[in-house]
Every structure is written in structure tokens, then in C-alpha cells.
């Protein structure tokens, strides 16, 4: 009668090499959980608060792997490109602040169409139609372009 060792052949089975991960996620801490309830003294048990504390460690572990992929989430779908965000503003009238180049002193306003959106350093700055550039933050007034107005 021919019998086959099933322990060899799930062992030969097996990776012959490791690669160790740099990160302990959920499943490596259920392994590791589930190997060391395998391999405890029959005659001197985990205690249950020993098991409950990790289980609780393990629903931590959880709760926070979920949150930090939640957070990634928010933040991929903050991150729209300024250009895209911006897009809207083509063809309406801004009002902004001139500035004096020497000072950096206020020295007026100035309103003209903005024709393009562009951006630096994820920064929208408004190409506007009088040949300024404004960032789209400084501008103090939008409204409908008029036909015929710069």
C-alpha cells in the first residue's frame, strides 16, 4: 500500500527562499498570532488576557492600516491639478492688485480677461490678456467678460 507524507509535500511546496517585508501588516500579524497559538505548551497555555491584548493590538493595527488608507484617499483626491481647478476662470474678468516691481508696494488695481491657466511649483497662476500673470489666489474680483472689454 503506497502512502503519501502530506507533511513533505505541503513542505516541498513551499517558497525555497524568503523575502522579508519592511512593513508588519494585518496578515503577517495573523500569522504570526496563528503560528504562535500552533506552537504554545499544551501544558502551559497562553494566558487569555496574553490572548485578548493582542487581539486588541491586531483590531488597533486594523482600525489604523484603515484610517491611513482613508487619509490617502482624501489626499489623492485633494491634489486636482491647479490647471484643471482653475479652468473655469478663462475668459472672466479679474481685478488684482498691481504691485510696484522696486518696492513690492501696492500701487493700484487692475483688471483684464484672463486667456490661459498655467502653474509653478502646484501654484495656478492666471495669464491674463493685458500680458500679466497673477496667481490665482491674489486676485481680488471675478466676474463675466464683457464683450468688447479687456
Do not use: C
Amino acid at each position: 500500500m503506497n502512502t503519501i507524507d502530506k507533511s513533505s509535500l505541503y513542505l516541498s511546496n513551499q517558497p525555497k527562499t524568503r523575502v522579508p517585508s519592511p512593513e508588519l501588516g494585518k496578515d503577517e500579524f495573523l500569522k504570526i498570532l496563528m503560528t504562535q497559538l500552533q506552537n504554545q505548551d499544551p501544558l502551559n497555555p497562553m494566558e487569555d488576557r496574553d490572548f485578548i491584548a493582542q487581539m486588541a493590538s491586531f483590531s488597533t493595527l486594523e482600525q489604523t492600516m484603515n484610517m491611513a488608507n482613508s487619509i490617502e484617499t482624501l489626499v489623492q483626491s485633494q491634489l486636482v491639478s491647479p490647471v484643471i481647478q482653475y479652468s473655469h476662470m478663462i475668459e472672466k474678468i479679474v481685478t488684482y492688485h498691481q504691485h510696484d516691481e522696486e518696492t513690492g508696494k501696492i500701487i493700484g488695481k487692475e483688471s483684464s480677461q484672463v486667456v490661459a491657466v498655467s502653474q509653478k511649483d502646484g501654484w495656478a497662476i492666471l495669464e491674463l490678456k493685458n500680458g500679466d500673470q497673477v496667481y490665482a489666489d491674489a486676485v481680488l474680483e471675478v466676474r463675466d467678460s464683457v464683450k468688447g472689454s479687456d
